[in-house]
């Protein structure tokens, strides 16, 4: 099984049919800050990452994360990593990144973005990933 420790390069791991999860990702154009980068879409089943951080109690639900090395960063704490790897930007993502460089904005703005993430994928009748922290299969609606 693969493990954070591979050295496989930087993972991240989003649900792809987000639309503000998908724009995020190709935004902050980390290939060219950090070299290989394998994006994870949740969604897709079979992946020894995703099966990992389930595993180990992360609930993708609830936030995104990015694995660097032999760390995992998970939600407000990898849109702090993913925003301070990055460098030369359009002007819109750079403004994103200076706003999510620092940890204390990123803390209060994250469950922000989680709730406009709920409702976008509500509107647009997608449901919750199936699998929330260890692999346990997730209702419905919020998330608790």
Known sequence: MLTPTDSSGTFIIYD?????CR???SLMKLREAV???NLVDARVGGSPVVDMLNAKGYD?????AVIFGDKVYYG???VV???????????TSKLLAILLRNKSRA????????????????????????????GKPRREGFVD
């Open 16 to 20: 792809g049919d987000c639309p503000f």
């Open 23 to 25: 724009g995020y990702v």
């Open 35 to 37: 070299g290989k980068v």
């Open 60 to 64: 993708l639900n609830e936030g995104m």
């Open 76 to 78: 407000n704490d990898a």
């Open 81 to 91: 990593f993913i925003s301070s790897m990055t460098n030369s930007l359009p002007l």
């Open 107 to 134: 803390a209060l703005i994250y469950p922000i973005m989680k709730l406009g993430r709920w409702v976008t994928l509500r509107v647009l009748g997608i449901p919750c990933l199936p699998q929330g922290a260890g």
